[in-house]
């Protein structure tokens, strides 16, 4: 939020601070400053008014250009009319505007000097809003209205509003109410003992039995109140007085219109967003509901956007005609011809409001300013308020019917213990001080003489044995719900810099879990084999379960919906890493990036079969333990998986030769290293053939171990690549880390000094049969003596016959106490052959 220091004194009796001091008062409050910039110091050199006194057209160039000539007073030293080239059009003999003399400096380091161009001496020139930094309005310069009183050659700073202080402040979600003038000057008051006068205090006239127009409000849940009042007879001609118009300038806000000028100026001050709509294009009464999904709504921004049945819409006889809280529609919009001006202000659900914003992408300053909470007695204000404005710059007949529809709920008291902020903190905090404290931010509050009993919100400390406060928040601080809420506010008021900074002490610990250990050895094996870790949202789209082929009856279909996603396109929580990853994948591909390996390690969700909504636990005290058990009983399982994406080149290219290419044999391979760097032995480890979406049925290996299946791995499926458009070949391996039982203890192994006896033997066998069961049968058939096997070659021809294929294997025989005699590994390898003979029909090639 961009504010200007001037306006802030209106309502705050704030003295001359340094800007560092300002700062700090601020920062204090626990309110983020961006910037604080003091415009003076923006521009510097002779900034000064100049009268229009000639423009000569200049033709035979790209675009209009104007020769003027400017009187500037003395302020040029000769009191000679300046001339002046400028392509803008806004402008005419007569007008007064701002210009800059040779040996200025704009915003952005830019320096002014007298140059020759068009074919003219230019000296100066004729400054623009966004020239000036004070906006992004381009398209003209500043014309200065003729009832200011300024003649050429006085300084412009003080006309547009370059005399002053603008601080540009990050409002946290919970701090909605400072989202106005009125919230910061409450503030600063605050934190400066100084004087406030709160916008608010107004005496404003009460709803009449006849309304300002016919409204009925089906949703009280959504909009628990809504007030209007109509102005007839507006001048459409009537300009946004200047003043106005450079306050919303410094807010960041575009000036459009004198109606709707003041919706978004009372919005700044008071921080209750407003709507002007066209009186004489709403046709009969309006009603606020939720929309019918798939109704359309063309907003002002031109956008028609389907609705969704959890948007709330105001709407006349011919449907909706604003999205309530967020954006105006176009068919009700005040137009240049408007004089009937109907000025609605209510106060809508927040949760509703953000949901909407974020489906619909509008995030618009009074969607920013709902989300956050605002003050629901402040309608009735606003609409005196925006109207009074309208009568004194806009003329016309403010009606007297007054429209207020109040379903708003009084606050609910506060139980909180007058030491409970002590006990917290652990600063005295004596309960006058208490009191005074939260009376000064507007709560009320009843001190009594009860003793708590328990304090079941503490574990081990001494429960309070003084009086109970009852304290009720102020309308315009719905964040004040709980007793934290209360003694954080407490905190922040008396001071923050007044809590010690105590390090607790640490608990000696036993080092990382056998868990923690395992994970973090899958990362560096894989991180070691060149892939590189990402870190993806686990939120997913409805669709992508389609897009990855999963069948119907697929365990990963089910997912858990967030109630309240960031994207409305991404609501679920990942069932499988393989969906961010391979968006991760996208996005690189997309960037440029040709070959890419990525893996990640995180947590994916399955929702519990028939599980209920959660139990309501508040934060007023300790949840029991059945109360835990209950909300455990709700909670997703979340086992820990690691998954691999590999795409393009696994080696790169160059003078030596071409690259690899990453497949599906490359998947599999991460899937051994990960168990191998997990602590499973290799005779545990079984990889077979499978069919598993979204991988490719021929090319995918579901990876066992004991047996039990605990990834799947290989080239994905060729229509599912498409659907994501995604390269050829990408291969992808996904394990479920929690499915892997502990390593077992590992003894050293035995070194035989005695040298090996080195065997190769290639069967033929079908090309059906796995190459791992083969070689598993070698070691089993093979016995002690068998040290190590490797497959070297795989081979397939038509002299072997049709669906046959040779494996060949190295067979590494060694004894632990003596030299083998040639029989002894030659016995162990007709045994390892004879038993591959007799499970798959394996024949030695050439025998």
Not at 48 to 68: A, D, N, W
Not at 150 to 158: E, F, L, N, Q, Y
Not at 244 to 261: E, F, K
Not at 613 to 626: F, K, L, Q
Request: proline share 9%.
């Amino acid at each position: 939020m961009r504010v200007s220091v001037s306006w802030l004194r209106e309502y705050v009796d704030l003295p001359d601070l340094p800007t560092g001091d300002l700062e700090q008062a601020l920062v204090d409050l626990g309110i983020e400053v961006e910037s604080i910039v003091d415009l003076r110091e923006t521009v510097t050199g002779p900034l000064v008014v100049g009268e229009v006194l000639e423009i000569e057209e200049l033709t035979g160039f790209k675009k209009p250009i104007r020769f003027c000539r400017v009187d500037v007073g003395d302020a040029n030293g000769t009191g000679e009319p300046q001339e002046i080239v400028c392509g803008a059009r806004n402008f005419a003999p007569g007008d007064r505007v701002v210009v800059i003399l040779p040996g200025g400096v704009l915003p952005g380091n830019f320096a002014i000097g007298a140059r020759k161009t068009y074919g003219r001496n230019s000296n100066g020139m004729i400054c623009s809003a966004k020239e000036l930094g004070l906006g992004d309005d381009h398209s003209g310069i500043i014309v200065l209205p003729p009832y200011l009183p300024a003649r050429p050659g006085d300084d412009a700073r003080p006309l547009v509003g370059l005399d002053d202080v603008v601080l540009e402040l990050e409002i946290t979600p919970d701090r909605g109410y400072a989202l106005s003038l009125r919230g910061l000057a409450r503030e600063l008051a605050h934190a400066l003992g100084v004087g406030f006068q709160d916008p608010a205090q107004r005496p404003v006239p009460g709803a009449t039995a006849e309304p300002a127009w016919p409204v009925e409000v089906r949703d009280p849940v959504g909009c628990d109140r809504f007030a209007a009042r109509l102005v007839r007879g507006v001048d459409p001609t009537a300009a946004t007085p200047e003043w106005m118009r450079q306050r919303l300038t410094v807010a960041g806000i575009r000036s459009i219109s004198l109606p709707v000028d003041i919706t978004n100026y009372v919005m700044l001050c008071l921080g209750q967003p407003m709507h002007a709509f066209d009186a004489d294009r709403i046709s009969g009464p309006l009603v606020v509901r939720r929309a019918e999904a798939g109704e359309k709504l063309t907003t002002l921004d031109g956008v028609a956007r389907t609705l969704s049945d959890e948007d709330l819409v105001i709407c006349d006889d011919t449907g909706p005609i604003s999205l309530a809280a967020v954006m105006g529609g176009e068919t009700s919009e005040v137009v240049a011809g408007t004089t009937n001006v109907l000025f609605e202000a209510a106060h809508w659900d927040p949760a509703t409001v953000g949901r909407t914003a974020r489906r619909h992408k509008l995030f618009s300053e009074a969607a920013k300013r709902w989300e956050r909470g605002v003050d629901p007695a402040l309608p009735l204000v606003a609409l005196d308020f925006a109207v009074g404005l309208l009568h004194a710059n806009g003329g016309g007949t403010a009606g007297a019917e007054i429209l207020d529809i109040d379903h708003v709920r009084p606050r609910t008291p506060v139980a909180l213990p007058a030491d409970l902020p002590s006990r917290r903190v652990g600063v005295n905090y004596p309960a006058d001080r208490v009191v005074a404290l939260l009376e000064q931010v507007g709560c009320t509050v009843v001190r009594g003489a009860d003793r708590l009993a328990e304090d079941p919100g503490e574990v081990g400390v001494p429960a309070g044995d003084g009086e109970v406060l009852s304290v009720t928040p102020p309308s315009w601080r719905p964040d004040l719900t709980d007793p934290a809420d209360l003694v954080e506010e407490v905190v922040r008021l008396d001071g923050y810099d007044r809590v010690p900074s105590v390090l607790p002490a640490a608990p000696a610990g036993r080092g990382l879990t056998w868990q923690q250990q395992r994970r973090r050895a899958v990362a560096r094996s894989l991180a070691e084999r060149g892939y590189v870790e990402v870190l993806s949202h686990p939120f997913v789209s409805t669709e992508l379960a389609d897009q990855l082929g999963l069948p119907a009856d697929d365990p990963r279909r089910p997912a858990v919906r967030l109630a309240n996603p960031l994207s409305e396109e991404e609501p679920l929580m990942r069932t499988s890493l393989l969906g961010p990853l391979l968006g991760t994948l996208k996005r690189n591909i997309g960037r440029g990036q040709r070959d890419v390996a990525i893996y990640e390690i995180g947590a994916v969700f399955h929702p519990r079969p028939g599980a209920g909504a959660p139990p309501a636990m508040g934060v007023d005290r300790r949840p029991t333990d059945e109360e835990f058990a209950a909300a455990d009983a709700v909670v997703p399982d979340q086992p820990r998986h690691v998954a691999t994406v590999t795409a393009g080149d696994l080696e790169p290219a160059g003078w030596w030769g071409a690259g690899r290419p990453a497949g599906w044999a490359d998947a599999v391979a991460a899937g051994r290293d990960v168990l191998a760097a997990a602590g499973i032995p290799a005779d545990r480890v079984t990889v077979r053939a499978a069919e598993h979406a979204p991988w490719h049925p021929g090319r995918c290996a579901e990876l066992l171990v004991d047996d039990e299946v605990v990834g799947y791995a290989g080239e994905l499926h060729p229509v599912v690549l498409a659907t994501l458009e995604l390269p050829r070949r990408t291969s992808a391996m996904e394990l479920n880390l929690d499915a892997l039982p502990a390593a077992p203890l590992v003894a050293g192994p035995v070194i035989s000094t005695f040298p090996p006896a080195l065997i190769d033997v290639a069967l033929v066998v079908d090309s059906s049969v796995p190459a791992a069961e083969v070689q598993r049968t070698l070691v089993e058939g093979a016995g002690p003596l068998l040290e190590d096997v490797r497959l070297f070659d795989v081979y397939a021809s038509a002299q072997l016959g049709t669906g046959r294929k040779s494996l060949a294997y190295k067979l590494t025989f060694r004894a632990p106490d003596r030299t083998l005699a040639g029989e002894e590994a030659v016995a162990a390898r007709d045994a390892a052959v004879a038993l591959a003979a007799q499970r798959f029909g394996a024949t030695l090639r050439g025998a």
